[in-house]
């Protein structure tokens, strides 16, 4: 079999976020892609273990089948339930460890919020990168202010693998981010929160479309 790309994530990724309960989660996540999501990266940062686990062993068992989906930070979680791949926060083990027990062309992405922490990703070998926040969005107030998308822009000219924008993204700023260079964008609250997921989603892909 032939490594997965990272082209194959598409250009809408979900990332799940904390509070939203399992069933409910997996439930809206997988009605999104009725709308054009086209990779989900299930992330539970603040659950124990066994929700975690939880979360994997139902999204995997009810995923439609093809779509690619990465598991945050737990490797064993991504091995376990057979995951697309596994990404990882900007401080990180060496890849060259993740990648002896990543196998099957299995995807190892990260998060960075410089262009310096980009390149040096790459370096150690990712197969693609997370650049954000973009714009003002609360669950990424702990990493400091927006990039902007001049800084954006920066980073992903400083590196040759696809970058995905995140944070505080929404149809008006999907053309925009999408005009800078970025492969594809990742949401949250966008999807997360809307009354009908679906739409919410059909409405990000054609706003990317536009751009």
Known sequence: MNPLRPEALGPLLYVTPEEVPIRD????AIESTRGGVSAVILRR??????E?????????????????????R?????LEGGATGLHLPES?????RIRQWVS?????????????????????????????PVFETPSK??????????????????VSV?????GGIGPDEASMVRSAGAAGMVVMGALSYAPDPVAAAFALRKAWARG
């Not at 989660?25 to 809206?28: A, E, G, I, M, S």
């Not at 990180?92 to 060259?96: D, E, I, V, W």
């Not at 001049?150 to 992903?156: A, D, H, N, T, V």
Request: proline share 10%; hydrophobic share 40%.
């Open 25 to 28: 989660l997996v439930r809206r």
């Open 45 to 50: 940062k603040t659950s124990t273990s066994w």
């Open 52 to 72: 975690f686990s939880e979360l994997v062993r139902h999204f995997r068992d009810n995923v439609p089948r093809g779509l690619p989906w990465l598991v945050n």
């Open 74 to 78: 737990r490797m064993d979680f991504a």
């Open 92 to 96: 990180h083990p060496p890849l060259s």
């Open 104 to 132: 099957g062309g299995g995807l190892v992405g990260v998060s960075v919020h410089s262009p310096a922490a980009a390149e040096e990703a790459v370096k150690e070998g990712a197969d693609y990168l997370i650049a954000g």
């Open 141 to 158: 107030r702990p990493f400091g202010p927006p990039l902007g998308l001049s800084r954006l822009g920066e980073i992903i000219r400083s």
């Open 162 to 166: 696809p970058v995905f924008a995140i």
